[in-house]
């Protein structure tokens, strides 16, 4: 499908891995010119010579930084602007959760969920806004489930959540007619993470398929399977997209069928 980035220039942030990388991709693919910044910068460098090769050094642009730094993340938008002179998408991809319940949530980590979660958001809409204000260009933030649909184990990221999903309907009302925000909400997506607990499993007989299948089933998931970065990738090209010019303040889900509300 051609979401028809031809000429565009897109942010991606968290972008050396899973939903991140595969957006990064799908941009590229796509037509655009591509600048992405995430902290571990072995990586990131491993990813960008990767990603030269494949489109052209010309088309890709990697920094190592952390999105909680202020400074560098209005840098890294200075660079964007020197480096291809517009910005048309900014892809907010904050990080994974924390598993806890309430009594075991220690302070500091209500502060440290609640700062990624907000900042993450806040840092890169701040520093890109010129940008895409001249473009009349478009935010989409990477936001999970847990926003609407609270899971008991992971307390402090749902509450998060839900603060980030205020966020964004707010922003996609101040920043209009020149600013679309919208947001995907992801259910259970084939990530590092779940990779990590599937090596750590009890039974090491049980084949990675019957894990996540088990893992879909205990879920409930309706289509029976976990998703996969590149769907998610779908749904955020397609938000970012003309195709979706008359759409803001809006959710799409990325769940399988997860949701239980209306």
Same mark, same amino acid.
């Given at each position: 499908m051609d979401y028809g980035y031809g000429d565009q220039v897109a942010v991606v942030t968290g972008g050396s891995s899973g939903i991140g990388l595969a957006t990064v991709r799908l941009l590229l693919d796509s037509g655009a010119n591509v600048a992405f910044c995430a902290r571990d910068e072995a990586r990131l460098r491993a990813v960008e010579a990767e990603l030269a090769a494949a489109f052209g050094a010309g088309r890709v642009l990697a920094r190592a930084l952390s999105v909680l730094d202020e400074a560098a993340v209005k840098a890294f938008a200075g660079e964007v602007e020197a480096t291809f002179g517009r910005c048309d998408l900014l892809v907010n991809n904050a990080g994974q959760g924390r598993v806890s319940t309430f009594a075991e949530t220690a302070d500091a980590d209500w502060r440290?969920?609640?700062?990624?979660k907000l900042f993450s958001q806040?840092?890169?809409?701040r520093a890109f806004l010129p940008?895409?204000? *001249?473009?009349?260009? !478009?935010?989409? +933030?990477?936001?999970?489930?847990l926003a609407y649909q609270p899971e008991p184990h992971m307390v402090c990221t749902s509450s998060a959540r839900a603060g980030v999903q205020n966020l964004l309907k707010s922003l996609s009302v101040e920043f209009a007619p020149h600013v679309r925000v919208n947001s995907i909400l992801l259910g259970?997506?084939?990530s590092g993470q779940?990779?990590?607990?599937?090596?750590?499993?009890?039974?090491?007989?049980?084949?990675?398929?019957?894990?996540y299948g088990a893992l879909a089933a205990r879920k409930g998931i309706p289509l029976g399977r976990l998703g996969n970065? *590149?769907?998610?990738? !779908?749904?955020? +090209?397609?938000?970012g997209s003309r195709a979706a010019s008359y759409i803001t303040g809006a959710q799409l889900e990325v769940s399988g069928g997860l949701s239980r509300h209306i």
């Open positions: 440290a969920e609640y700062e990624l806040i840092y890169p809409a940008m895409l204000k *001249a473009s009349k260009g !478009a935010i989409v +933030a990477v936001n999970s489930l259970l997506v084939d779940w990779n990590r607990r599937y090596d750590a499993r009890e039974d090491k007989t049980q084949s990675r398929a019957d894990w970065p *590149a769907e998610a990738a !779908a749904a955020i +090209a397609f938000l």
